[in-house]
Every structure is written in structure tokens, then in C-alpha cells.
């Protein structure tokens, strides 16, 4: 028995005298005891705030030298947690045995009394603890015994009242309550509002800090609350036991609660029932069909409503959740059976699923089913959840017919860009074999650029024949599909590199024909005019999005414009569109030719502008700016 005592127990042992402490130690070890030394008070309260091996009894020296002494660092440590102490010292005057009676220790033993009086008194510190843990957990049993017992006997008295509820809802903004006619009654009130003042005085005194405590802790962590609580009616000032709970709606501002007798109970029951016989009356006047299934029984009623849906009369449907199951169609079951197990589960809070239900005569119809728990036990599973049927079977035709014909229309329109892209590479084609035919340079060269725009519009439609959606053009993808064709059109082999950077911008197909030939032109000029003889150098095309506005810009590092060499400052400038009423512009763009004048033209159909500016030896550069169109699912 008495090995029992020390097996697994934990000492820390306060001892500032090294060659005592490890003798103690020792003695202690033997009887089977573990031992951690400190030497100082200061670092018996630290161990035990960190606590990293848990501690069942502190043997304290008190004098521990200079520093904190035993009977303060005991404090401090009871402090931080309830732990035998047992002090341990060779002073026996009568000041130091006065300071270790002014603290709950074990015990006081005086040193060099011999090892057994130490081993006696650490055990009898050990009984001592066990046994004032006893009694705690006995009290704190019978504590909790007694609070069970009160709280049966509270219930008890609660449901043997004669039944009176009455509702109440205080306005934080006004400090207004206002109450039910069943409230007013039970607390003696004529009228139906009344200040929060006035209500505060109609409870007995000692409940009100529990009162305040309750609805501050309501209002401040919308934690509801459930209590119990005497008044003295404002009338007679008879007094009753009342019985209440509260709950709090913060978006209103507003706290909202019962007061109950059995009175009161058994009128909100019939009101609730009335409540239910109303809702399902307006559901079945809608024309939609009502169930209610008691779970754990399945047991479910199903309106008349419901079963009319179907064809079926009153009595030839009985209250069985299998009436439901057996009707869903085969290739629906799983998927709602997945929906009401996510419902009984809690995955979701409303169940919604859209099935169809076989009828008397065989046929099926479309029914859009939704519900919700309304009642769980007292372990959180569903009791009781409730629900409608809506017949969406003519909804479900007309979205069949939409489906189709958007089917159809889609084919319409894939057959119709084939259409133009055949006639488009019919036109480019003859146009390549014209250029072959003929000798003359400048015939060859206006072929080229002719086929370049018939490219343009090409490489726009294929994009649109392979893409899913035909309203939207993705500005980069296009762009650099479009530049691709340009190289093959105007060799200039692996010296001039051209590439398309920025942002992925989308433009509707109106956008992005005018926007696809003015880049043509510009990157075709630029390969044919830029780069005379064997000179190397680079195109660049850079998208940017900006508040609506689509930002292309367009620059080479060739020779530049003829006007720029010859200009006296080295600079030339063009503009087309709003941008012409700038002073610092020497000519406008519609008058440099067919290129640029087609430019100017596609600028002025976009809404926009654009600005050259060119450079002797430095090369040019182009800014088109203009508003994006609105684009089918953008939101805006």
C-alpha cells in the first residue's frame, strides 16, 4: 500500500543547500518518488507556471537565502494552481512557524529529524491531498445532484402551472417593450408599450444582476438565454414565478422574448396550429402540393393537392414516404435521394431537387420538390421536415423548345461562316493568282495588300467558326493569329521580328474587324517600308485595358517617314478621328493614301483616335484608343 502512494508521483523540492537537496533527493528516489531540484523560490514559481513535467507535491525550504523565501514563493505558486505544499526547514523559532501558518500547506517538517520522519511526512502530505480531493469531488457531486434535482423540480413546477405565455420585444434604439396581450397579463400592465424602466422595477431585486448579466451577454454575444425568476404584477402585486428565454436579431437592434405559464402555453400552440392550417391552405390555393414527414415513422401526409398533381383522389394514396420514392422516375432516383440525404445530413438547409413523378395513367410529370427540417431531437437528427411540390412540366417543355431551336440556330450560324470563309479563301485565292500572273510591281503589290484585308477579315472568321462564343473575339489570340499571316504575305525572313504583347482583351465581332484591318495595314506599311534594303529591326503591338477603353499601340524601330527624314526637327506627325484639332499635328491621316486613309476611315467608324508619330532613323509609332463595347455576361 505504501509503494502505491509514491508510484508516479512527482516532487519538486525547493532547496537553496545543494548537498542537502541531492540528500533528500536520494531519500525520496528510494522510496519511488521522481524529484526535480530548484534552488530559489523565484524558480520554483517559474516551474510551475511552465509546468513541463506536472507537479503533485512542493517540498519548500522556507529560508532560501536572499530572494524570494519559501512562504512567499508557496503564495505565489498556490496562486497558480491548487498543489500540496509541505514545508521543509531546520528553523523551529517561533516567527518562521507563524509564516508557514498563514498559508494552506501540508505540513511542517524540521530538518535532520531523520529520514524516516521526512518519508512519514511527504506520505501523510499525500493522504492529506488525496483525501481533501475526495471530499471536493463528493461536494462538487452533491452540488451538482442538488442543481439536477432543482432543475426537475423547476420543470415540474413549470409544467404543473396553469398555462400563460405572452411574447415581448424591446427596441435597443428606443428602449421601448412591447408586449403581447398574454405578457401584459402575467405582468399586471395596462397597454401594450412600456419603457425598459419601468419593466426593470416588476422583478424581485435579487434577480435583477442576473437579469442585467442575461441581456448584456444576449446583445453582446448573442448567446439566448433561459431563466427563471420571480415578479410582483404591477396591479395587485401578487407574485409569480415566471419562466423565460430570449433570443437576440442584431440586424433590428431588436431582443425578442416569452414569458410562459400553461395558459399562455396552450394558446401558442393553437396559435401555431392555426398558423400551419393557414400557410397550408395558401400553398394548396397556389396550386401547390404540401408534405409533412414525420421522419424516424416515416409517416408522411401528402395534401390533397399533391395527389391531385398526379391524378390520383384522396384515399388512394396512403401517408408513406415509399408513396414518394416508387413514383420518381428511374434516371431521377438517385439524384434525389443524394438531395434529401444532404437535407437529413445537414450538408445543406433546404432541400431542392427537380425530378419527375410517374401519374395514375402511367405519365410523367416535371415537379420541382423543395423543403426543410423543422424539428430536431435532442441529439441534432431530424424529426419532422416539411416541404411542396411544384408541376414545372410545362416550364420543362418550353425550355425543351428553347433548346432545340437555339441548337438549330447555332447550326445556322456555324453554316453560314463556313459559307463566308470558303468565299473568303476563294477571294484570296484568286487574288494569290493574280499576283502570280502578273509582272508589273505595283500590280503585285496592291494584290498583296488586298489579299492582307481579305486576311483580316479571314483569320476573324475562323476565330468565330471554331469558337463556342461567337459574340466575344479574344483581341490578342486574334491578333497574333493575324500578324502570322501578314509574315507569309511579306517575306522578310528572320530579320524584322514582330510580336503582339499585352493584355488577353475581348471586343465584339463589330470591334474587331475594323481593329484587325487598321493593324494590317499598319504592320504591313511597316514591313514594306520600314526595313529598306537588308536592315533588321522589330514590329511591336501592345493591348492595354484602361477604364473601358482599348489602347492599342503600334511601333517600329525602322527608317521612318520620308517627311520625317526631311523635316528640319526630324519629326513627323499624323492623326485621324477627335485627335485632327491638335495644332502639333502636320497632316491628317485620311490624306496619305488608300492604307492610311482606310485607317482613318475604320478609326472614325470605331469613335476613336489615332496619332503617328515618326522619327528620322528612330521609326514610327501608332496609338489607337477607343471605347470598348459592352459585352454579352461582362456585368456592366
Sequence with gaps: MESKIAEGKSILLVEDEAIVALAEKKVLEAEGYRVQIVSSGEAAVEYIQEETVPVDLVLMDIDLGPGMDGTEAAQRILGIRTVPILFLTSHTEREFVAKAEGISSYGYVVKHTGDLVLIASVKMAFRLAEANHRIAKELEERIRAQEAQRMSEARLQRAELAAKVGNWELNLDTGTITGSEGATKIYGLAGTAFSYEEIKKIPLPQYRPTLDKALKELIEEGKPYELEFKIRTADTGETKDIYSVAFYEADRRTVFGVIQDVTAMKRTEQALRDAETLWRFALEGAGHGVWDWHIPSNRVYYSSQWKRMLGYGEEEIENRYEEWESRVHPEDLPKALKAVEDLLSNRVELYHCEHRLRCKDGSYRWILDRGKV???????????????????????????????????????????????????????????????????????????????????????????????????????????????????????????????????????????????????????????????????GKVAVRLRGLEGKCRIELEDDGVGFAEARKSPDGVYRLTCGTAEENSTIDESMERKGFGLGLVSVLVEQLAGTCKMESRAERGSSYLLEFTQEVLPGSGS
Design 374 to 536: 423543422m424539428e430536431w431531437d435532442s441529439e441534432g437528427k431530424p424529426l419532422r421536415a416539411v416541404g411542396t411540390h411544384t408541376d414545372i412540366t410545362e416550364q420543362k417543355e418550353t425550355e425543351e423548345r428553347i433548346r432545340h431551336l437555339l441548337q438549330e440556330k447555332e447550326l445556322l450560324l456555324r453554316e453560314t461562316h463556313h459559307r463566308i470563309l470558303n468565299n473568303l479563301s476563294v477571294i484570296r485565292s484568286l487574288l494569290s493568282l493574280q499576283a502570280a500572273e502578273v509582272s508589273a510591281p505595283e500590280a503585285v503589290e496592291s494584290l498583296r495588300e488586298a489579299q492582307a484585308r481579305i486576311d483580316a477579315m479571314r483569320v476573324l472568321y475562323e476565330r468565330l467558326f471554331r469558337s463556342k462564343v461567337q459574340k466575344i473575339v479574344s483581341l490578342r489570340s486574334y491578333l497574333e493569329d493575324l500578324v502570322r499571316d501578314i509574315r507569309e504575305i511579306f517575306p522578310v525572313e528572320d530579320r524584322v521580328k514582330i510580336t503582339v504583347e499585352g493584355e488577353d482583351l475581348s471586343l465584339s465581332p463589330r470591334q474587331a474587324v475594323p481593329v484587325g484591318i487598321i493593324v494590317n495595314e499598319l504592320v504591313s506599311n511597316a514591313l514594306k517600308y520600314a526595313f529598306p534594303g537588308k536592315r533588321r
